[in-house]
């Protein structure tokens, strides 16, 4: 498949190349002055049967689809992968002490005891994210209660603005009337 045919780059006469190409086919078979026509309902390319083949329906490679929620922010999301990552090794462990157990090697106590203690970082890793998420939507303002930690905030630092601005302006009125930065008119 050629690069034209894989980004879907628009080809000579306009026409763009999507969907896939003929295994068999060379470079040579396929005409640079214009692309096979699209199939109205599908977008798909649709070639004329040649004599002795058989008619082929070309689909695309992929199909994009929205996603369906949103990203997470990014603290919940390291937490998140933190804990999985706990959650991991911490199987592992349980994993390998149960097979030293069954083995009867001297590594099997050792290792029970370090997956007890993964256990609770696992734990702790999978409250940890709870926690993160929790925080963030407090203090980001996602929900909407009225006892909203984030709406008084927001709130506030609207006031703080507010404030700055009227300084700011009660500065420039100031400068403004006693000319460019005199201290006495003598």
Do not use: K
Not at 26 to 48: F, N
Not at 61 to 70: G, I, K, N, S, T
Not at 119 to 144: E, F, K, M
């Amino acid at each position: 498949m050629g690069t034209a045919e894989r980004r879907g780059a628009p080809r000579a006469g306009g026409a763009q190349l999507t969907g896939h190409r003929d295994p068999e086919a060379t470079d040579g078979d396929i005409s640079e002055g214009a692309a096979e026509p699209l199939d109205r309902e599908t977008g798909v390319q649709v070639r004329e049967p040649r004599r002795g083949t058989r008619e082929q329906h070309y689909r695309p490679l992929w199909v994009e689809e929205p996603a369906r929620r949103r990203r997470l922010p990014d603290p919940v999301r390291t937490a998140a992968v933190r804990a999985v990552l706990l959650i991991a090794v911490t199987l592992i462990q349980a994993m390998v002490a149960f097979l030293c157990t069954m083995a009867g090697s001297w590594l099997a106590f050792p290792m029970v005891i370090s997956s007890v203690v993964s256990t609770i970082a696992a734990t702790w890793g999978a409250l940890d994210v709870w926690v993160t998420r929790q925080v963030w939507n407090q203090r980001n303002g996602v929900v909407s209660v009225p006892s909203s930690t984030a709406r008084a905030l927001r709130r506030e630092r609207r006031r703080t603005r507010r404030q700055e601005r009227a300084a700011e302006r009660g500065q420039e009125r100031i400068r403004r009337r006693s000319g460019a930065g005199q201290l006495s008119h003598s």
